[in-house]
């Protein structure tokens, strides 16, 4: 069974402290690891789409990197706009259809 | 202008009652979704529709029945709910290209008492 693990549960960040969340997979087949922003009260924002391990991809203070077992979001010098919960979700390549197997979460604050 | 929409927001309703959860996207996209997200807070899939087709149909009680009357719209109708229905539905959309990502609605909060 396809399964997302996502740590920690919570980090509190002061602004411009850098860290990075953890997502550790277990899937027959990687298609994509997909990584998800969430804000209260809002559904999913889309982030980004990694393929193969070794991968990267950044947008703004976020970069997000592969390896055959995890990934990795960084945060550089983060802003309080950046607090939500970041969720990291997988897609089997034998699945037909966009089907989506998510972590946890891990809900970041960042204080000013 | 609202990508994917959902009604109500906020439903809570007693146990054994029937209710519906509407959703409409205006992307264009082929594909709609139903996911539910429990307490704690990890989203599952619960099914697919394609062009008014059903793609996906995860273990979900036959007390939930997805209805799409176009692929436009993708409702979701449960009937007698019980207390473990409890939680946020999330309606989605995408292209049919298995790479495409979900463009989510901002839920709807069901509550049953």
């Known amino acids: 069974e396809d399964q997302v693990t996502q740590s920690p549960e919570a980090l509190r960040l002061q602004e411009g402290e850098s860290s990075s969340l953890n997502c550790s997979y277990t899937v027959s087949g990687l298609r994509g690891l997909f990584w998800y922003r969430q804000d209260p009260g809002k559904g999913p924002e889309f982030l980004f789409t990694?393929?193969?391990a070794g991968e990267e991809k950044e947008k703004e203070r976020l970069k997000a990197t592969l390896t055959k077992k995890e990934s990795f979001l960084h945060i550089t010098a983060p802003k309080p706009e950046d607090s939500a919960t970041y969720l990291c979700a997988v897609q089997a390549r034998r699945e037909y259809g966009n089907k989506l197997v998510f972590g946890a979460g891990t809900i970041l604050r960042v204080k000013s | 202008d609202t990508a994917v929409s959902q009604t109500p927001k906020y439903l809570v309703t007693q146990m054994g009652n029937d209710k519906s959860i509407k959703c409409e996207q205006n992307?264009?996209?082929?594909?709609m979704y139903w996911y539910k997200q429990d307490s704690k807070k990890f989203l599952k899939i619960m099914f697919s529709?394609?062009?008014?087709?059903?793609?996906i149909n995860e273990t979900v009680p036959n007390r939930f029945s997805p209805k799409s009357p176009d692929k436009a719209h993708l409702n979701l109708h449960i009937n007698s709910l019980e207390l473990g229905d409890s939680a946020v539905y999330f309606c989605?959309?995408?292209?049919?290209?298995?790479?495409?990502?979900?463009?989510f609605g901002n839920g709807t909060r069901l509550t049953v008492t």
């Open positions: 992307l264009g996209h082929d594909t």
């Open positions: 990694l393929y193969s």
């Open positions: 529709y394609n062009n008014k087709e059903l793609i």
């Open positions: 989605a959309s995408s292209p049919l290209d298995r790479d495409s990502p979900l463009h």
